[in-house]
């Protein structure tokens, strides 16, 4: 006996009114479909002793894997197209960009940073280019002029945007959130 | 109508990409990776896609989805070369006007 006697189809429950709502309605009841009718199949070949179903412990691995590595990347943001063609880059590699430019001025250290997009042109669920960049850090204490260490760290986010990614950017903003000691940071 | 398929495999990309300085690594996201191991299963379309680089002939489309290392130069620069030499490596299978896009997972 397989499991489909057990539970039967559940009958679908009434479309929406908005025609976007529908849509989506109908993707996911095709969703559930096929995951249903993929359940059917997979049982009934196992219960044939039928080991084709059975994905590699390697496959298995690397699809989690990637299911990991996609939540590390976060979503693409996309950049200025270069001579050859466009590209995009990952939330994360932003991040770090970021991250390793302002950590690269004397006596800061970079805490936080976000990200401001303009509306994508690419594909579904990308990012459309950074538009604003705003960095939280923390400043040393033996730093006696702030706002000119504000203004330092705000050329360099620019100056690496623009080298590193030809991107101009409209707006960088610089929040000092602490003051540290400067071999505690 | 049916594209011809490339002669030129993902997986022989992967290999030119990969030997490129500033180039870490192939870096798939969930996307290639499983339409690669479906590749496989379904024994279909294996050399159009591989972990990390999908040729799309109908779509005129190659996406590369690579790992750069910081401080080996500037990334537009490290992926213009990459697209100039993969365009050059599928000259004669793909037509000129084929879109290489590359997205950067991560700088390490």
Redesign the interface.
Known sequence: MTDDTRTPTPEPPETPDDPEETLSHEATLRYQEMIRSARREWTQQEERGDASVQ?SAR?MD??KA??R??VR?GR?VE??P?????????E??LR??IR?TVDAVPGVRALRSRVDHAEPHGERLSRGRPVRIACRITASRRCRDLPALAETVRGAVLEACE????LSLPAVDIHIEDLHDDDTA | MMTTPPRITASELVEIVGALPGVRGI????GS??RT?DA??RRAGEGAVH?GVVIDPEGGTITLEVG?E?GAG????I??LL??TV?EAVTGDLPPDT??????????
């Open positions: 994905l496959a690397l699809i990637s299911v590595a996609e990347h693409q950049m200025p270069t001579p050859e063609g466009p590209y995009s880059l990952s994360l590699a770090t960009l390793e080298r590193e990614l030809d | 870096e798939p996201g969930i990776a499983l191991i496989r299963i972990y750069l910081r500037p990334v537009r620069e992926v213009a697209q100039r365009r879109v290489i896009r590359v997205k950067v997972q991560s700088l390490t």
